[in-house]
């Protein structure tokens, strides 16, 4: 595989971890930007190193059942992440709620807390998965293509959190929080219609 094509393939996988990474960060309560980005980073990048290289190694038993279900497992995953975030966006304030802060919603919880990411990395990186079963089956090298999916989609993860903190500072914290799960939600769709053969 060229070079040209390794990177060609590692910006195609990262996007959907970068649209997350924006959405993600447009809900953020925690103030924590640069801890936020290193933690994506690290989960979306590690994730998309990792799977291509088990559906590289095991793709005799897996390209099937990944080819199969994987888009169906990625629109599950951050449709519930992302439905999530639009509820608390959009749910009415608790008389508690407008006590606090002038009437400020409820900090939600971390989106990029370690165990809050592995959902997200995991449904993000399901093609990559497909990606190495594929790889495995045209008698391509695995450990190039997956380094660079894995750097890339690091970057593009970081520099997600980076936009969505910038953009989130413009607009009241629901409403970014509504408008981050509404993202999510239609990079889970996206996925879903790409594979069914619509997009």
């Not at 639009?86 to 009415?92: A, D, S, V």
Request: hydrophobic share 55%; proline share 4%.
């Amino acid at each position: 595989m060229s070079s040209a094509a390794v990177l060609i393939l590692a910006v195609s996988v990262s996007i959907d971890a970068f649209a997350v990474s924006v959405g993600g960060a447009l809900c953020d309560r925690t103030g924590r930007c640069r801890r936020n980005a290193v933690n994506a980073a690290a989960f979306f990048g590690t994730f998309q190193i990792v799977m291509p290289l088990i559906g590289y190694f095991a793709a005799t038993l897996l390209a099937g059942v990944v080819a199969a279900v994987d888009h169906w497992l990625a629109f599950l995953l951050l449709g519930v992440v992302g439905g999530q975030m639009i509820y608390e966006g959009i749910r009415p304030e608790s008389e508690e709620e407008r006590r606090k802060e002038g009437g400020e919603c409820s900090c939600p919880p971390d989106f990029f807390a370690p165990k809050a990411l592995f959902i997200p990395a995991v449904a993000t990186s399901l093609d990559a998965l497909a990606v190495g079963a594929s790889l495995a089956f045209a008698g391509t090298g695995i450990w190039l293509p997956a380094a660079a999916m894995g750097i890339v989609t690091a970057l593009a993860s970081a520099s997600g959190v980076l936009l969505g903190r910038k953009l989130g500072t413009l607009a009241g914290e629901r409403i970014m929080m509504a408008a981050g799960g509404t993202a999510i939600v239609l990079i889970g769709l996206k996925i879903l219609l790409e594979h069914t053969g619509i997009l």
